[in-house]
T-cell receptor, first 114, second 111 residues
Framework: DGGITQSPKYLFRKEGQNVTLSCEQN?????MYWYRQDPGQGLRLIYY???????QKGDIAEGYSVSREKKESFPLTVTSAQKNPTAFYLC?????????????FGQGTRLTVV | QKEVEQNSGPLSVPEGAIASLNCTYS??????FFWYRQYSGKSPELIMS????GDKEDGRFTAQLNKASQYVSLLIRDSQPSDSATYLC???????????FGQGTRLTINP
């Protein structure tokens, strides 16, 4: 089945730790995105990538890092510099960049700081 | 001014009625517009896309776009309790490389 797979579904982080959220897609999409959603809020863009080995900061990139070494993979690292990381993290992909194409989402990772 | 604005609701509609959801955007050159539905605790799913002025119908859903007024709406006819969810409007700008989302409107359909 084609789709976007995020793992893990739930993640707990201790203060001061870095954690990495996985996002894999087998849709052959060029563009991939990471969004953060806080309770009762919309989606805020963290990072996006239109092509392998290239990515751009979104609106709230501080405290996060990404890589795009393979077309199908776009992992997100939440670093200790992110002071309030508890949130629902959503990965999406679209067939092309530019925002013109429809974006499809993975099932999300819920991150909690303990 | 936020790039994409929606009334956060909650919007309460009786079962069988028409639910009307609205979205305004600030970037005049925006070209692509999307509506997503998000159930509580789940990820957003795409329900409609619209690219040109006018109406686009898909089953019980109709998206309406007015670029002159920078306004896009979603109508849900014959509302069902299963339509109760948060509806997110997303907009891109020509030449931009990202989708911008509104904060979402929470819709409740009352049996």
């Amino acid at each position: 089945d084609g789709g976007i797979t995020q793992s893990p579904k739930y993640l707990f982080r201790k203060e001061g730790q870095n954690v990495t959220l996985s996002c894999e897609q087998n849709l052959n999409h060029d563009a991939m995105y990471w969004y953060r959603q806080d309770p009762g809020q919309g989606l805020r863009l963290i990072y996006y990538s239109q092509i392998v080995n290239d990515f751009q900061k979104g609106d709230i990139a501080e405290g996060y890092s990404v890589s795009r070494e393979k077309k199908e993979s776009f992992p997100l690292t939440v670093t200790s510099a992110q002071k309030n990381p508890t949130a629902f993290y959503l990965c999406a992909s679209s067939i092309g960049g530019g925002g013109d194409a429809e974006a499809f989402f993975g099932q999300g990772t819920r991150l909690t700081v303990v | 001014q936020k790039e994409v604005e929606q009334n956060s609701g909650p919007l309460s509609v009786p079962e069988g009625a028409i639910a009307s959801l609205n979205c305004t955007y600030s970037d005049r050159v925006s070209q692509s517009f999307f509506w997503y539905r998000q159930y509580s605790g789940k990820s957003p799913e795409l329900i409609m896309s619209i690219y040109s002025n006018g109406d686009k119908e898909d089953g019980r859903f109709t998206a309406q776009l007015n670029k002159a007024s920078q306004y896009v709406s979603l109508l849900i006819r014959d509302s069902q309790p299963s339509d109760s969810a948060t509806y997110l409007c997303a907009v891109n700008a020509q030449g931009a490389q990202k989708l911008v989302f509104g904060q979402g409107t929470r819709l409740t359909i009352n049996p």
